[in-house]
């Protein structure tokens, strides 16, 4: 199964306007990280923002947020107030606490977001 | 300036050609990582180091090598073993000091087979 499921291969949103990106996550581990990175067509992958999955409120990075919820499993990024500059593929990755410790990060597909002047 | 870097930028592979891509890094990270990302998809972990003279195989390792030789470098090698190396290479950093432990990235290679 899909650890990092995101079901949305491209978006648009007008500039200035709010988009929702979805990422749907799957573990039994009851530790885990949660994180969104920015891959812009040159193709370095920026990090975004980050949610523990103890933390109890949700991420907030400037216009980016994460709609954490745990019960669904999804952790969706809010964009507000869209910018020409965030046209870009933006991933959902998660990492998970298991007892190994190692740090590796699974990621999703990507959604390809344009924002339209 | 901290940060990652990898070279070259482009790197042309002939048919049973070894190459070696390079990463390096000054932000003390003690992990290292080599992830593959092919047209459209997400990216997939090839190799991992958590401590110098370490390393760990990821999810594609085979037809690929690494060292880690010093703490701030974690070349990876294409060897002719990979038969479909055409790829945007990724090399990422972390601490692995308890919290975030964020993976921050360089700005890749791409890797074409002449």
């Known amino acids: 199964a899909q650890k990092i499921t995101q079901t949305q291969p491209g978006m648009f949103v007008q500039e200035k306007e709010a988009v929702t990106l979805d990422c749907t996550y799957d573990t039994s581990d009851p530790s885990y990280g949660l994180f969104w990175y920015k891959q812009p067509s040159s193709g370095e992958m920026i990090f975004l923002i980050y949610q523990g999955s103890y933390d109890q409120q949700n991420a907030t990075e400037g216009r980016y947020s994460l709609n954490f919820q745990k019960a669904r499993k999804s952790a969706n990024l809010v964009i507000s107030a869209s910018q020409l500059g965030d046209s870009a593929m933006y991933f959902c990755a998660m990492r998970e606490d298991g007892p190994k410790g190692a740090n590796n990060l699974f990621f999703g597909t990507g959604t390809r977001l344009t924002v339209i002047p | 300036d901290g940060g990652i870097t990898q070279s070259p930028k482009y790197l042309f592979r002939k048919e049973g050609q070894n190459v070696t891509l390079s990463c390096e890094q000054n932000l003390n990270h003690d992990a290292m990582y080599w992830y593959r990302q092919d047209p459209g998809q997400g990216l997939r972990l090839i190799y991992y180091?958590?401590?110098?003279?370490?390393?760990q195989k990821g999810d594609i390792a085979e037809g690929y090598s690494v060292s880690r030789e010093k703490k701030e470098s974690f070349p990876l090698t294409v060897t002719s073993a990979q038969k479909n190396p055409t790829a945007f290479y990724l090399c990422?950093?972390?601490?692995?000091?308890?919290?975030?432990?964020?993976?921050?990235f360089g700005p890749g290679t791409r890797l074409l087979v002449l």
């Open positions: 990422a950093s972390s601490s692995m000091d308890r919290g975030r432990k964020t993976q921050y």
């Open positions: 180091s958590q401590i110098v003279n370490d390393f």
